[in-house]
Structure formats: C-alpha cells, structure tokens
C-alpha cells in the first residue's frame, strides 16, 4: 500500500524499468543476544487465547521469540449492549479462516527493484523483506494450523463446536504477479509438492547472454540468486542480509549467521493443503507488478530474462533495443546481475489469474468460477467479483479492489470501478430480500480505498497474443471510480450488512463503520509475510435474544515458537526454517516497533490510543464483535417469544476458552469494551511490517526517477 512518508519524503533516482512504470513478557529459553537453549516452544493447535508470541524490543538487538500468556476475548459492545446468558442459547451461524497477504515472492525475479528498499532504517521499506526466501514455508505453517482448527473454539449453547465451513482469501496470494508465485500459491491451498525454487538453463531470449558462463548460478541454477547472496555481486550490498555472510546494521544488531539458508530454502517440500475450500479476492500484488504498475510487454521482458538491475540508473531505450541493454549490463556488473532466466516469471493477467485457479481440486475455481455469468460476459472474461451462498442464511460477497489502472504511487491503494459498484448494490439488494446475513470480503479496507484512477489509465489491449498483461480488458467505462467513503455508505444503507472483512495495511485492525444506531465492523487483518505472521478465525453466532456475535481468533501459525540460532542451516528442518521466517519478520530493521498508529496513514489510525503496532491493540485481537440481528426472523426467539430487552449488564462468558490469568490495561478504559474471561495482555510488539515503496517500471530503458519516496505495503 503506498503511503507518503509524510514531511520526511525524499527525492531519489530509481531505475526504472523502460516504457514500464515498476515503477515484556516472560520469553521462553531466549535472549536478545543468544539462540535458544532448550526445546523450542510447541504452536501448533493452540491459539492466541492459550498463549503468544512474545520478544523482546528487537530495535537495537536481534531477538528471539518464546512463549507468553494468551489472551481471552475481549467483548466489544460498541453497537449494542449484552444481554445475559447470551452463551447458553448461542448458535453458529458460519465459521470461517480468514487467511490475508501472503506475498509468496521469487525472490530472485528479474522485475524485483530491491535496490529502492537500500536503507533499512526505514526511509524505504518493502521491496525485499530479509525473510522474504522463507515465506512459502511461513504459508504452508500457516494453512497447518487452519488444518488444527477444524472445530470452532467457541462453543454454542449446547457445548457443541462448529465445524470449518472454508477459508477466505483477502488478497496478495502472490508478491509480483506471476506465474510462477501464483503456482506456488495454488499449491499451497491445494497441497502436492511445493518448488520454491526459480531459474533454468534456457537462454533463449533477447536480454540473456549466448554464454551460460556469464550467468551467475548457471550450471545449478535452482541455487539462491540474489541480492542476499554477497557472492552473487561483484560489489556486495550490506543494506541486505546475507546470513552467510552477516555485515552492515545487522552485524551491529547481532543478527545470526545461518551459512545456507537460502539455497536450503530452495529446496522443495510437500504441502498439507488446506482441509476445507478457499475462496480468493484479487489483491494489488496480484494483479499490479510490484503491486504498483499496470504490467505492460516491458515489464514482462524483464521479468522473465537475465538482466537484474542492482542500482538506480539512467539509461537508453531498450524497448527498442534489448541489445543495448543486455551489453550495457555485461559491462557494468557493479550496477547489474546476470541471473539464469525463467519463462514461468511471465506476468499474469486476470484471465489467466483466474484460469489457473481453474483446478480439480476445486471445481468453483476458488470462487472465480462463480462469477456472474452476465458480469464476465460484459467485462470480458476480465470480472473478478463474485457472490455466493456459503450455507443457508449467509452471503459472501468478494470484491475485487484492484485499481487496475495501475498508476505508480496511486495504485497500490484501491478502488471499485462503477460496473463493479452497480452489480454490488444489486447483490446487496437482492441478499436484504431474502433476509441473508452478508459478509463482505476485499482485500482493501474502506481506508484504503483511494486511488482515483480510471481503468483506461492502464495500457492498451492489442489484437492477437496480448503482450500487455495489465491491460483493461473492460470494455465498460470504469467511471465514477469509487472510494471508500462510497463503499461505507453503501454497505450502511443495508442492515444485513454485518461485516467488511479485508487486508492489504498488514495490521490488526478492528473497528466500527457507521454509528451506534446503524453500524456494521470492519475487521482487518495482519499479513502472513510479515509480523505478527498470524492469520484469523470468524464465527457468526447468533444469540438467539435479537443480537449476534462475530467471534475473532487471531492464530500464529504452526511452526516453533523459537527458532535455531546461529548454526549450519543445511541441517535445519522444515518447521525451523518456518520458524526462523517468522523470527525475521519479528527483526526486520526496516520499520521500528509500534510505529503503525503514527505512520500507517489511514484514516482513523492516528486516534487509535495504545496502538503496538501491527499485532494491533488489545480490542482490535481475540474479540466478541455485538451487533443486533438484523433478520427478519430474530424478530421472535425459538419458542416464539420475544427476545430480552437490553441490558447495560456485564455478561462475562464462561464458555469461552483461554488460559489468560490476570486483567487487561485496555479492558475496561473504554466503556463499550468488557474482558470475557479475564485474559492478560502481553507485551508490545514491535512494527515490522512491510511498507511498499514508490517503484516505477516505465518501459524497458532503465532510468532516474527523482521521484519522491512513498512507503509501499499491502
């Protein structure tokens, strides 16, 4: 998502790639200086209400994690006040895994400009992630411990537990739009065999050398190959982390060493698979390069040669003349690196996007399939929205948020096109007569929703094979394009509306759209790429006294707590090297702890009291989100009486789980938030998210951008 980075914005020359815009707690058996001493601490089946993730402050020393208190939920009581043994008659309703920006990145493509993200003090941040080479095994921990959560942790009123209906997908499955990513992706929903691992021996094409000896890696080309790897560069770049070879701030942080991790991160393994379906929402990354640019032929030539740029540079048109480019980057290796290609770096359209979630494991093409006929008719095949029925009473609704226009500095936020907006209000018109409940799933937040750029904005589509996969394939006129003011005031006018379930600003985030007298939530969620790693549990139960409760469990994924210190990484298994990822995440250097509330810049953030950055406050984590029932049906209860008036009473839930002891700083400051069970906050965590970074990708010619900074996430 990208964000000025207020008065602090800085000129600077990006490369460009040419007619191409790419444009506190107790830790367990850890110290800050040190890797563990004993056994590390076992995740897997035990949600943050049994315990969590805790570190210490990892800004000037690199910190392993260990274990603290869980935490119970904290009932929310914003909307509407509880009424009493509302967990006695309690029913579920719908019981879901939200699962939000993986960001499974080839971390070794061509078309990536880590060489933006050079400062890792955090002027820039995002174009590369020191764990970014572990986020596929971060992916299948995560989809492991869905897998343990088959039976709600909630219980209705007759001590039975729901059963896991499906997983939502809230967007940036992939981190640069390609085909390879996407696989990757697709693998780790389905489960098989995972190949993390990028480059062939194939040199045909027109910026590689005719020479595979002055392709750094050719003769094992599954071997890391990048800007972590020092080897890799003739001159070595201490703004990244090489764990080989440790220099730069993270030698002064005493990050470890962990000689070949990256080529044993390479390596394949094989993926669980989510147990239940996965529906799955267009997100920037997935359909923008670098989640920014409407990709374009440049783009895509890049992404799929030899030529990998190191440094900002000025440079001739070699849209016109590969040639040119491709003998100016064997001269200045300083300033290039000459990688083995791969023809399934090729950038995805959203047909094609689409397509390949065509698959025999799930026949609705994770949701694409389910796009209104009439809708993919009109758009081309290029709709991305779709609504269904999940189970009886319920409606999802998934947008697609993507402003496909795809404008540097702009697009990383989104937007809802006006054929997009009118089929929404029918959908919502139609579920508000028959009296569904609805969901609301995209991978922006209202917050984010801002970019203000037309779809025809992006390139062209040409006749034949078409070599812009960005192009607007819509041949309807995207505007008005609308905000998230419109989507807000939409949804309100429709009180069956109960819940807008997004991502994309990788922070917890749970707050309240509209008023008291008519609102619905807004959850937000953090993202699997970068801290906390975690992802959530929803569950709509219905009270049965005319109020419903949305239940969110927040879930670390399923490797060790603690992860291995300095050591040999060849020998590490797979749930450590999940567990290290995790541990980078935790340390990454590029944004300090607790800065999301002060910088994240969207609207409402900077009011937000105590915000600990993106791990997000106490009420914003395991929460009890009230809300009346909007049906017509809660009229009556059950037996046809007439639900309990409401009460200011306090109803602590004894049914529900969590080992949290003690009280909570948050509980209780604000008078529509009650603890349930009495859980204990823990420690701060610290703000390691990913924020993405202005890139503009401007044809094939490399050239000096003075473009301010913009911090890019999402």
């Known amino acids: 998502m990208v964000r000025p980075l207020g008065t602090k914005a800085t000129a600077t020359g990006l490369a460009t790639l040419a007619a191409f815009a790419v444009a506190g707690s107790a830790i367990a058996d850890s110290d800050h200086h040190h890797g563990p001493t004993a056994r590390a601490a076992d995740t897997s089946g035990r949600s943050t209400l049994d315990q969590r993730l805790v570190g210490p402050d990892p800004a000037t020393s690199f910190s392993f994690l260990g274990l603290g208190p869980g935490e119970n939920y904290l009932l929310r009581e914003d909307i509407v006040k509880a009424r009493p043994r509302r967990a006695d008659r309690r029913r579920s309703l719908v019981y879901l895994a939200q699962l939000s920006d993986f960001q499974v990145s080839d971390e070794e493509s061509p078309a990536r400009v880590e060489f933006a993200d050079r400062d890792p003090s955090g002027t820039a941040t995002s174009a590369w992630r020191p764990q970014e080479s572990l986020v596929a095994h971060q992916v299948e921990q995560t989809i492991r411990q869905v897998n343990e959560f088959l039976d709600s942790p909630v219980t209705q009123g007759d001590g039975a537990r729901a059963r896991l209906l499906n997983a939502v997908v809230t967007g940036d499955q992939a981190d640069n739009q390609q085909l390879n990513e996407t696989r990757v992706v697709l693998g780790l929903l389905e489960g098989g065999t995972i190949d993390p691992a990028s480059g062939t021996q194939d040199l045909q094409h027109p910026l590689c050398p005719p020479d595979g000896a002055l392709v750094r890696d050719f003769a094992d080309p599954r071997r890391y190959t990048g800007v972590q790897d020092y ?83 000025g440079g001739e048109d070699a849209a016109r003349d590969p040639q040119a480019l491709l003998t100016r980057a064997l001269a200045e290796r300083d300033k290039f690196m000459i990688v083995p290609r791969d023809p399934a770096r090729q950038l995805l359209g959203k047909v094609e996007y689409k397509e390949l979630h065509r698959t025999e494991r799930q026949g609705d093409a994770h949701g694409f399939g389910l796009v209104d006929p009439d809708e993919q008719e009109a758009s081309a095949g290029g709709a991305g929205y779709y609504s269904f029925e999940p189970t009886d009473g319920v409606r999802y609704i998934v947008l697609d948020t993507v402003s496909e226009g795809g404008v540097t500095g702009d697009s990383s936020n989104g937007n809802i096109d006006d054929p997009q907006f009118a089929w929404l209000q029918e959908e919502l018109e139609d579920a508000q007569r028959r009296d569904e409940l609805i969901l609301v799933f995209g991978h922006h937040s209202t917050g984010s929703l801002t ?264």
């Open 231 to 313: 080897t890799d560069m003739l001159v070595p770049d201490p703004y990244f982390y090489d764990p080989a070879d440790v220099r730069g701030v993270y030698a002064d942080r005493d990050w470890p060493a962990y000689p070949g991790l990256l080529d044993k991160a390479q390596e394949q393994f094989a993926a669980d698979g989510l147990q239940v379906p996965s529906y799955v929402a267009f997100g920037n990354h997935d359909a923008l390069a670098q989640g920014n640019q409407a990709a374009n032929v440049g783009i895509d030539l890049i992404a799929t040669g030899c030529v990998k740029p190191l440094a900002s540079l």
């Open 451 to 714: 970019a203000n750029v037309p779809d025809e904005t992006a390139p062209p589509c040409l006749a034949g094979e078409d070599p812009n996969p960005g192009c607007d394939r819509d041949p309807r006129a995207s505007t008005p394009i609308h905000d998230g003011a419109d989507l807000e005031a939409l949804l309100l006018r429709f009180d069956n509306v109960i819940a807008l379930v997004a991502g994309h600003s990788h922070e917890n985030r749970v707050g309240l759209l509209g008023t008291k007298e008519r609102g619905l939530w807004e959850i937000k969620s953090p993202a699997v790429v970068d801290w906390p790693t975690q992802h959530r549990l929803i569950e709509v139960m219905d009270n049965r006294d005319g109020t419903l409760s949305i239940f969110g469990t927040m879930l670390d994924h399923a490797a060790p707590a603690t992860a291995p210190g300095a050591s040999d990484a060849a020998t590490f298994s797979f749930d450590q090297l999940g567990s290290l990822g995790r541990t980078l995440a935790y340390n990454d250097p590029q944004v300090g702890p607790g800065d999301v509330g002060e910088n994240s810049g969207e609207p409402g953030d900077q009011e937000d009291a105590g915000a600990t950055g993106p791990a997000g406050r106490r009420l914003d984590r395991n929460v009890e989100l009230l809300l009346r029932d909007p049906r017509a049906r809660a009229a009556t209860d059950e037996d046809g009486a007439t639900p309990e008036p409401s009460t200011p009473e306090e109803d602590s839930d004894p049914q529900v789980t969590g080992s949290g002891p003690g009280g909570d700083e948050e509980a209780g400051a604000d008078p529509a938030v009650t603890a349930i069970g009495g859980a204990e906050g823990g420690s701060s965590l610290p703000f390691t998210g990913s924020d993405l970074l202005l890139v503009a990708l401007a044809g094939l010619a490399l050239v000096a951008a003075g473009t301010g900074l913009r911090r890019l996430r999402g």
